[in-house]
């Protein structure tokens, strides 16, 4: 059965760093693409960066762009968020999640996240506050 597990959330400052991990088991990780959402407050949850399962042109919102990196270790299973100079509109819950290749194929790139995933973790808390 998919599994994905977050962990690395925290209270930060303003201004500071994070990463978030996610450990994946239970399906074909190398050939699902990754992205990680997050909802804030009073908001509906949105995509904020996804890598596909080439690892090649990982996108972003444009929000994070320059301040947040999405990676991926296949062999360890794990997808990770690099989030940089954190602002307080960055609080949120992230979720990391999942989206399996069509049928008859091997790979998956980015999907339109607008759509949602196929499997998701249930999220970890940042907290960005002075």
């Known amino acids: 059965q998919p599994r994905l597990v977050e962990s690395g959330g925290g209270l930060v400052q303003p201004g500071g760093s994070l990463t978030l991990s996610c450990a994946a088991s239970?399906?074909?990780?190398?050939?699902?693409?990754l992205a990680w959402y997050r909802q804030a407050p009073g908001q509906e949850r949105k995509g904020v960066a996804c890598?596909?399962?080439?690892?090649?042109?990982?996108w972003y919102t444009n929000s994070v762009i320059g301040r947040f990196n999405i990676s991926r270790d296949n062999a360890k299973k794990m997808v990770f968020l690099q989030m940089n100079n954190l602002k307080p509109e960055d609080t949120a819950v992230y979720y990391c999640?999942?989206?399996?290749?069509?049928?008859?194929?091997?790979?998956?790139?980015?999907?339109?996240?607008?759509?949602?995933?196929?499997?998701w973790g249930r999220g970890t808390l940042v907290n960005v506050s002075s």
């Open positions: 999640t999942a989206d399996s290749p069509p049928p008859g194929h091997t790979e998956r790139e980015c999907p339109d996240l607008s759509f949602g995933m196929d499997h």
């Open positions: 239970g399906f074909t990780f190398d050939r699902y693409a």
């Open positions: 890598i596909g399962s080439s690892g090649r042109w990982p």
